[in-house]
C-alpha cells in the first residue's frame, strides 16, 4: 500500500507541476519564447495574493482571483511593449529579455517583502484529507489543485481550438506572415496569448503559496520544476505538459519512498532520459496542431 500511496500522491503533486507549466507551454507552443521569468511571475502572484488577503478585506480565492487579473493585464502590456519588440531580434534576446525581467521581479519582491518566508494561510482545507482505503488518504487541497490544473489545461486548449482568437494564435504560430495577409495583428494575439500564460501562471503562483512557503527566489525551483515537465511531456503540447507534471511527480515522489533523499533526484533522471531517448517528448504535438 505504501507504493501506491506514493504513486497517487505523485500524480496529485503532478497536478501542481502541471499547473505551473501550462503556461510556459502555452508561450512556447505560440511564439517559440522560453519564459525565463515564469518562475519569478509564478512567485509575485503568490505574493500579490497574500497581500490582498492581508490588507484588504478580500477572502483568499477572491483575493487570487484578482490577482489573477492584474497578471493577466501584465502579461499583455510586457509582450505588447516588450517582449514584441525582442521577437525581431533573433532567439536569443527574449531568453536575455525574460531573465532581465526574473532578475527585477526577484530583486524588488526582496525588497518590498523581504528574504523571509511566506505562505498563504487556506484555513481547514489545508489540512483536511479523504480516506481511499487503509493506508492511504489524499489531502483536500491536493484533490482540488489537480482539479484546477486539469479544468486550466482544458479551457485553454478548448480556447485555442473553438475559439476564433484561438485559431488566429494558431494561425499566427504557424506562419505569422501569411497570419498578417489575412488581416491578422500578430502584436495583439501575441499579446493575448502571454496575458492567458501569465494569468494561468498567477493561478499556479496562487495554489503554490497555499501548499508551501515561498521566498522571493523560489521562483527558480518553480521554473525547473515547470520546464521539466514541459520537456517531458513535448515542447508545446498543452496535454503533454499535463502528462510530463505527472510523470515528474511520480518520479519524485517514488524516488522518495526508495530513500527519502532521492525524491527530486529521481525527476531529474526521468527527465535526462526523456531527453536522452525521447527528446522531442512524450506527446509531441505543438498546441497549433
Do not use: K
Amino acid at each position: 500500500m505504501s507504493w501506491l500511496n506514493a504513486v497517487v500522491q505523485g500524480v496529485l503533486l503532478g497536478g501542481q507541476y502541471a499547473l505551473l507549466a501550462c503556461g510556459l507551454s502555452l508561450v512556447f507552443g505560440v511564439m517559440r519564447i522560453v519564459n525565463l521569468a515564469h518562475g519569478a511571475l509564478a512567485v509575485a502572484a503568490a505574493y500579490l495574493t497574500l497581500w490582498l488577503t492581508e490588507h484588504t478585506a478580500l477572502p483568499v480565492w477572491l483575493g487570487l482571483a484578482v490577482a489573477v487579473v492584474v497578471f493577466a493585464a501584465v502579461g499583455y502590456v510586457l509582450q505588447r511593449g516588450l517582449l514584441n519588440h525582442a521577437l525581431g531580434r533573433g532567439e536569443l534576446a527574449p531568453l536575455l529579455v525574460t531573465f532581465g525581467l526574473a532578475v527585477i521581479a526577484v530583486n524588488a519582491l526582496q525588497e518590498a517583502a523581504t528574504a523571509n518566508s511566506r505562505s498563504i494561510p487556506v484555513g481547514s482545507i489545508g489540512t483536511a484529507s479523504v480516506r481511499l482505503a487503509d493506508g492511504l488518504s489524499v489531502g483536500v487541497f491536493s484533490l482540488l489543485t489537480f482539479a484546477v490544473a486539469l479544468a486550466v489545461v482544458g479551457l485553454i486548449q478548448v480556447f485555442l481550438a473553438r475559439t476564433a482568437t484561438g485559431r488566429a494564435m494558431r494561425a499566427t504560430s504557424d506562419d505569422p506572415g501569411a497570419a498578417r495577409l489575412m488581416g491578422i495583428d500578430d502584436r495583439h494575439v501575441y499579446a493575448l496569448a502571454t496575458a492567458i500564460a501569465v494569468a494561468s501562471v498567477a493561478v499556479a503562483g496562487g495554489f503554490l503559496g497555499m501548499a508551501t512557503q515561498f521566498t522571493p527566489g523560489y521562483g527558480d525551483l518553480v521554473l525547473i520544476f515547470a520546464f521539466e515537465a514541459v520537456i517531458i511531456g513535448g515542447l508545446g503540447s498543452l496535454w503533454g505538459t499535463f502528462l510530463g507534471g505527472l510523470v515528474l511527480g511520480v518520479a519524485q515522489t517514488v524516488g522518495a519512498q526508495v530513500e527519502p533523499a532521492y525524491g527530486v533526484l529521481a525527476g531529474h533522471l526521468v527527465f535526462l532520459a526523456v531527453l536522452a531517448f525521447r527528446p522531442t517528448g512524450l506527446l509531441p504535438r505543438m498546441v497549433t496542431a
